[in-house]
């Protein structure tokens, strides 16, 4: 999993150090902005100017001039240098002696009193990068004697150098690097942190420093990378804990330093980088013979015994692009984010939305769909990036251009899938599925039209369930785009429906008969006449009910007329006047007819020009059924039943002009009979019945019917009524009498005995007939007789025994006495009584004889007082 993120690039090179000194080595380096120092084995400190020269191709160089070299006058080389740029001194151990020099001139800095600024018996030293003490002019040092087991605190001034504090330790410590009032020390045997302010201090683990070299290395504030058993690099925080994986270097590291977000160490043979985001292996340079690794101010140098080099860092960018060109999205996205603390946070967002965009469409190129859904979310992705990827999905008028520089190398979908169809349609479903999440969403805002017009088209083209939503609710598609692609899928029941939702109605209506009437081909919908007729039902221009109705009254009128019927209420109902509806319909008998028989049997309207309307209808249909011939007797029957119960239960037809126009036709004697019921001419509706058509359930069952809703004796009337024409007619009968006549009237009185009075009936019934026929009628009379007189007994004795009671309660509330007295008062004017002359109301109240007489004078009952005397 390499990464290219470093270059090696020479920057002192051998000739120019030791020139023709063959044995001449480098020590010891320290670099301050553009100034190089060295110290080399003969005991000379070298001072070079160091200046970055771009080339041509981009690439970094850089430049040296040996500015001066000074010699230290000692025995041993020079062991570390440390620049104090605000002091403008430079601090050198050499032969065990820590001391001050001038950053130009390289002489010793001289002391106050004339000696030099000397430390002795130093074995290592190292500046606090975090320093306790506030004033700029000082430095702070953690030095470490060859003597004692402790750590001396140091501050380093312009022109001296004072000890501050002296802190033991459990062992003698060999290496240190300090942060604030912690030191991170490599012991005999372990590691430890320590606080030389509080005293505690921390173990963190065991450590030979005879078999390697230890390394403590601060990498940021309160945190310090030290080499481990193992051929670990490890991390520890100033409380002793790692809260980042260590690193799998060599066992063999010399130095090490980090160079955010990189960790980079030197071996006898290598440079390696790794990763502290996931601690992989990013990089591998060679370098023979290399003993010093340090970073001066984010600038990592390298050095061996005859030369100098620059680690010089790619630019992030150029990493991140070269991890997505091939294709290792996660590693690109984890260096982008770790970067984060090093970039401007506006810049960050930049690159990070970008770097996200470009991850999505690698992983939508390898059909990841999930996760390319994911990044292009949080990348905040224009969406028309990836309609565009589509040929014509995005609208003509879209003034939409790709990203430049492009996010992804796909000329379009086809280069993408090449030629694989079912890649191109994993391709599409995705869009689909997308768009869909995104289109009501911010992603969308301000070109919500190029988003929804790219899902209608690809909705169409994939014949997707989804289309009729999209038309039908609230969208932004483009008719001029839409029109030619719905068309070319044949989806003109959608196209019917943009055209409703953009307010073209007329539009979508013409469409839409095209393909009922069959110009047109399109099987979304088996049922559009219906819908035609819904959506004019519920249409609100009244123009388009009136222009369009004809067609669909032609084409079916039983459905045709329900764009009459099944309208709702709605503001342009008013101007639909049921008049004018008729009128409309008279041309079309079968819906006329269906209109009025909404109106009067379904919405009950109460006008009688719409009664007698639909009743004629009838009329007329029965009549030309009847002169059909052959007569259908099953069509006939329902009309002539349709007809009957309108005259039955309609009371505002006009009866005389019905009866006009059945005067003539003998086959509707049952019809004219209500009609005449109508007019209260029982007589001749009976006689219709019984004598004519000889249909005594019917004449029963007319009594029934025009007694209904009526008080008792009417119906009595009208039952005896029946009874009489019986009777009239067994009497005038042929032969002395007619069987048929008897027996119908011994059925009405025993059918409905209860209607009749038993007395009257008896009285007009002959002599001759038999007690056994009316034997149920007459003794139904006579147990409705002896109930009747037993209810009478009844409520006779309860009323006499509720008077008893009245009378007893009367008696027990005379002889119950009542007091009174000058301290009591009336309970009507509430004044005492002065004299025993007082009367009680029900319930004993005495009251004064003046009040009772005013309160029974104004009360509509008259009230019952008793009179009673004053007992003291």
């Not at 990763?275 to 140098?301: A, C, N, P, W, Y």
């Not at 001759?768 to 009844?794: E, K, Y």
Request: aromatic share 8%; glycine share 6%; with cysteine.
């Amino acid at each position: 999993m390499s990464v290219k993120a470093f270059e090696l690039v020479p920057a002192v090179e051998r000739d120019l150090l030791m020139g023709d000194k063959a044995r001449i080595n480098i020590e010891c380096i320290e670099c301050c902005g553009k100034h190089l120092y060295m110290g080399t084995n003969d005991c000379f400190i070298h001072h070079f100017l160091l200046d970055e020269v771009a080339s041509s191709t981009g690439t970094l160089k850089y430049s040296a001039q040996k500015l001066q070299q000074k010699y230290l006058g000692l025995k041993k080389p020079a062991a570390e240098l440390r620049a104090a740029s605000a002091l403008k001194r430079l601090m050198v151990l050499c032969d065990g002696t820590l001391f001050l020099v001038d950053m130009e001139t390289l002489e010793t800095v001289p002391s106050l009193v004339g000696g030099g600024v000397k430390i002795r018996g130093v074995t290592a030293f190292s500046i606090n990068e975090n320093p306790v003490n506030c004033d700029p002019f000082c430095v702070e040092l953690g030095v470490l004697s060859s003597k004692r087991r402790t750590v001396q605190i140091y501050t380093v001034h312009e022109d001296r150098m004072q000890l501050v504090k002296e802190v033991t330790t459990p062992e003698q410590p060999c290496t240190i690097s300090l942060d604030g009032y912690f030191l991170c020390l490599a012991l005999a045997t372990q590691y430890i942190i320590l606080n030389y302010k509080t005293g505690s201090s921390q173990d963190l683990f065991p450590y030979n420093s005879e078999e390697r070299r230890p390394i403590v290395k601060r990498i940021a504030r309160e945190e310090f990378l030290l080499a481990a058993p193992g051929g670990l690099g490890m991390f520890a925080n100033a409380e002793g804990v790692s809260q980042r994986a260590p690193v799998n270097w060599s066992e063999s590291v010399i130095g090490a330093t980090v160079c955010f977000p990189y960790v980079v160490a030197l071996d006898e043979s290598f440079v390696t980088v790794h990763s502290m985001l996931d601690q992989q292996l990013k990089q591998t340079l060679s370098f023979r013979d290399g003993h010093i690794l340090q970073d001066f101010e984010g600038k990592v140098i390298l050095a061996s015994t005859k030369a100098v080099y620059v680690l010089v860092p790619l630019p992030l960018e150029r990493q991140i692009q070269d991890l997505l060109a091939g294709r290792r999205v996660e590693e690109a996205l984890v260096l982008t984010e770790g970067a984060q603390r090093n970039i401007p946070k506006d810049k960050f967002q930049i690159l990070h939305r970008r770097i996200l965009q470009q991850a999505g469409f690698i992983q939508f190129g390898q059909l990841q769909f999930l996760e390319a859904k994911e990044h292009f979310r949080k990348g905040q992705l224009d969406v028309r990036e990836l309609i565009a990827l589509y040929p014509l999905l995005l609208p003509a008028s879209s003034s939409f251009t790709r990203c430049h520089p492009p996010l992804h190398v796909f000329a379009d979908l086809n280069h993408l899938a090449q030629g694989d169809q079912e890649k191109v349609l994993r391709c599409k479903k995705f869009l689909i599925s997308y768009l869909r999440e995104v289109r009501s969403t911010e992603v969308a805002n301000g070109f919500r039209d190029d988003v929804d017009t790219a899902l209608l088209k690809l909705y169409a083209e994939q014949d997707h369930d989804s289309l009729l939503d999209l038309v039908a609710s609230d969208n932004a598609c483009l008719l001029a785009d839409s029109i030619p692609w719905l068309e070319k899928y044949h989806k003109y029941f959608a196209l019917g429906l943009l055209y409703n939702y953009n307010g073209q109605d007329s539009a979508a209506l013409q469409l839409w008969i095209r393909v009922v009437d069959g110009d047109l081909q399109d099987s979304t919908r088996s049922d559009l006449y219906e819908y035609i007729v819904d959506f004019l039902c519920s249409c609100s221009s009244v123009d388009l009910v009136w222009k369009y109705a004809d067609w669909a009254l032609q084409k079916d009128p039983p459905i045709g007329v329900h764009i009459f019927t099944k309208r709702p209420d709605i503001k342009a109902q008013s101007e639909l006047n049921p008049d004018d509806v008729i009128v409309y319909l008279g041309k079309h008998s079968q819906a006329l007819l269906l209109y009025l028989e909404h109106l009067v049997l379904e919405k009950k309207i109460q006008k009688e020009k719409f009664h007698t309307h639909l009743a004629v209808l009838y009329l007329e249909r029965v009549l030309s059924l009847l002169s059909d011939s052959p007569t259908d007797e099953e069509q006939l029957a329902r009309a002539r039943e349709r007809l009957r119960a309108l005259l039955r239960e309609s009371d505002l037809y006009r009866v005389q002009f019905l009866l006009g126009k059945m005067e003539n036709c003998e086959q509707l004697l049952l019809e004219r009979a209500t009609l005449h019921g109508k007019l209260e001419e029982h007589d001749k509706a009976l006689h219709i019945l019984v004598h004519e058509l000889k249909d005594f359930p019917s004449a029963e069952a007319f009594c029934t019917w025009a007694s209904s809703c009526r008080d008792p004796a009417y119906q009595q009337r009208l039952f005896h009524l029946l009874l009489g024409v019986y009777l009239d007619g067994n009497q005038t009968a042929a032969g002395g009498g007619s069987a048929d006549m008897k027996m119908a009237a011994v059925d009405l009185l025993n059918g409905h005995g209860e209607v009749f009075d038993a007395v009257r009936v008896l009285s007009v019934l002959p002599e001759g007939w038999s007690l056994q026929l009316l034997r149920p009628f007459l003794g139904r009379a006579v147990r409705a007789s002896v109930h009747a007189c037993r209810t009478a007994q009844i409520t006779l004795g309860l009323s006499r025994s509720e008077n008893l009671q009245l009378l007893h309660d009367r008696l027990k509330e005379r002889k119950k006495p009542i007091f009174v007295s000058e301290k009591k008062g009336c309970h009507l004017c509430h004044n005492t009584f002065s004299d025993p002359n007082v009367v009680c109301l029900p319930g004993g109240v005495p009251v004064h004889t003046h009040c009772a007489a005013q309160r029974v004078r104004g009360s509509p009952i008259k009230k019952r007082l008793t009179n009673s005397s004053k007992h003291t």
